[in-house]
C-alpha cells in the first residue's frame, strides 16, 4: 500500500514568488492534516480536512496561504506571496479517523530566498 | 509557549547502552502522549504511544515511562542501535479532542555510535 506521498520534495523560490505543495494521502483516508517545522523547532499544525471539508484551519499563519482539497482526495497548500519566514519542511498526514494515529508523508522543503 | 518541551536538543549514545529521551509538558489536560521518529528527508513515523492511565508501556526494545505527576515522560532505548540514530519527537494531545490537536515537541536529534 503507497503511503502518504508528497511533491515536491524541495522547492526553492524567490520572496515574492508563488509556490503549490501537493500531498496524496493514503487511499480511504478521510482525515488529511497539513503540519509546518521551521527552522528546526517544533512541528506545527496548519489544518485538517476531513474528505472535501476544512474541519480546522485555526493553524493557518495568515491569509497567504490556501489549503484546498477538492473531490476529497489530494490536496494542495499553496503560497502566494512567499515570504522568507515561510522557508521550513511541510508535512502532510493522513488517517482513517480523527482519533487515530496519523501516517506522515516525507515532507517537502520550502526555501524561501 | 512551548506546551510540550524537549530541552535536549541532541543526545549522543554508545551502541549497546541505553538512550533516554525526555519530554516535559504543561497542560495538564494531556491524556495520550506519542514518540514519533524521523529520520532525514523522511517524515515522523509514529513509535509508541501511552495513554494517561498507565505509567510505562513498552514494545520490544523501546518502553515510554509517565510520570503525571510531574508531567513528564520519557523514552527508553535498549540496547541501542545505531538504526536508532534519528530525530525523536514527543507529542501530546487530549484524547477528547482530535488528532489534530496533537502538539509537537522541538525534537532530540539521537546519534547512536557504533
Known amino acids: 500500500e503507497a503511503g502518504v506521498t508528497q511533491f515536491p520534495s524541495h522547492s526553492v523560490i524567490e520572496k515574492g514568488q508563488t509556490v503549490t505543495l501537493r500531498c496524496d494521502p493514503i487511499?480511504?483516508?478521510?482525515?488529511l492534516y497539513w503540519y509546518r517545522r521551521v527552522m528546526g523547532k517544533e512541528i506545527k499544525f496548519l489544518l485538517h480536512?476531513?474528505?472535501?471539508?476544512?474541519?480546522?484551519e485555526s493553524g493557518m499563519p495568515n491569509n497567504r496561504f490556501l489549503a484546498e482539497r477538492t473531490g476529497g482526495t489530494y490536496s494542495t497548500l499553496k503560497v502566494q506571496p512567499a515570504e522568507l519566514e515561510d522557508s521550513g519542511v511541510y508535512f502532510c498526514?493522513?488517517?482513517?479517523?480523527?482519533?487515530?494515529?496519523?501516517?506522515f508523508g516525507q515532507g517537502t522543503r520550502l526555501t524561501v530566498v | 509557549d512551548q506546551q510540550v518541551k524537549q530541552n535536549s536538543p541532541s543526545l549522543s549514545v554508545q551502541e549497546g547502552r541505553i538512550s533516554i529521551l525526555n519530554c516535559d509538558y504543561t497542560?495538564?489536560?494531556?491524556?495520550?502522549f506519542l514518540w514519533y521518529k524521523k529520520y532525514p528527508a523522511e517524515g515522523p513515523t509514529f513509535l509508541i504511544s501511552?495513554?494517561?492511565?498507565?505509567d510505562k508501556n513498552e514494545d520490544g526494545r523501546f518502553t515510554v515511562f509517565l510520570n503525571k505527576s510531574a508531567k513528564h515522560l520519557s523514552l527508553h532505548i535498549v540496547p541501542s542501535q545505531p538504526g536508532d540514530s534519528a530525530v525523536y519527537f514527543c507529542a501530546a494531545r487530549d484524547q477528547k479532542t482530535s488528532y489534530d490537536k496533537v502538539i509537537f515537541g522541538p525534537g532530540t536529534s539521537l546519534s547512536v555510535i557504533p
Open positions: 497542560n495538564s489536560m494531556f491524556d495520550y
Open positions: 487511499s480511504g483516508h478521510d482525515n
Open positions: 498526514a493522513s488517517s482513517w479517523t480523527e482519533d487515530t494515529e496519523a501516517f
Open positions: 480536512f476531513v474528505k472535501e471539508s476544512k474541519q480546522d
Open positions: 501511552i495513554s494517561s492511565i498507565k
